[in-house]
């Protein structure tokens, strides 16, 4: 980890900062999560708004398995989250799958290219072959998002995912090829500057 923290120059000239996940994040990760609207946050996989949860992802920290980072800004708040989720053992050990989310004041300022191109980068360290976003077919934001990445839509899954409120809806799982990706962030990342570091 020793090529972090990274600073990175978003779109409106502002500075973030990029980091793994810490244990002593939980009080800001709860703050990040209860700020973000409630539309946003009824798509997630986990209820984030519950501080119960958010205490599981700080305490089971393992980046053998779950690769978490954040964006804080500098003001010191956490406006973003990603994580990479992998396998050992099994059919899918080659495959990572993508999460993440920004705050909603950070969104269309590039910071989830930023985040995106980190979880690629692990990938790649990781030896994976291939990366997977699963989204809700209503998730048309961050649809857009993978697929200006290059993810394609690869299947989907009639009324297989039930959001937070109950409302069922169909599974798009996209999947992108790590080596894929890369022609893909240099275009998107030629846009943005870095402040110390390198992409």
């Known amino acids: 980890m020793d090529e972090y923290p990274k600073q990175v120059a978003l779109t409106d000239g502002e ?3 990029l980091r793994p996940l ?19 946050t009824q798509f997630l996989k986990h209820d984030v708004r519950d501080p119960a949860v958010v205490r599981t992802f700080v305490e089971d920290i393992d980046p053998d398995t779950v690769w978490a980072m954040v964006a804080v800004n500098e003001g010191g708040r956490i406006v973003g ?3 990479l989720h992998t396998t050992k053992r099994g059919w899918r050990r080659h495959v990572g799958e993508v999460r993440g989310v920004v705050a ?5 300022k ?37 697929e200006r990445l290059g993810f394609r839509v690869e299947a989907r899954l009639s ?11 169909d599974l798009l799982i996209l999947t992108n090829p790590v080596g894929e990706i890369w022609d893909k962030m240099e275009d998107l990342i030629a846009g943005m500057e870095l402040a110390g570091g390198k992409f």
């Not at 997977?132 to 961050?142: H, M, N, V, Y």
């Not at 009324?159 to 809806?169: I, K, P, R, S």
Request: hydrophobic share 40%; no cysteine.
């Open 15 to 17: 500075i973030v900062v």
């Open 22 to 40: 810490q244990r002593d994040d939980e009080a800001a990760l709860v703050d990040f999560f209860a700020r973000l609207p409630r539309g946003s």
């Open 81 to 83: 989250d990603a994580t």
């Open 104 to 108: 909603e004041d950070y969104r269309r």
């Open 110 to 146: 590039r910071l989830a290219t930023a985040l995106v191109h980190e979880l690629v980068d692990q990938a790649s360290v990781r030896g994976l072959h291939k990366l997977q976003a699963d989204i809700l077919s209503s998730q048309t934001d961050a649809r857009r998002v993978f």
């Open 159 to 169: 009324e297989h995912a039930t959001d937070l409120e109950g409302n069922v809806h």
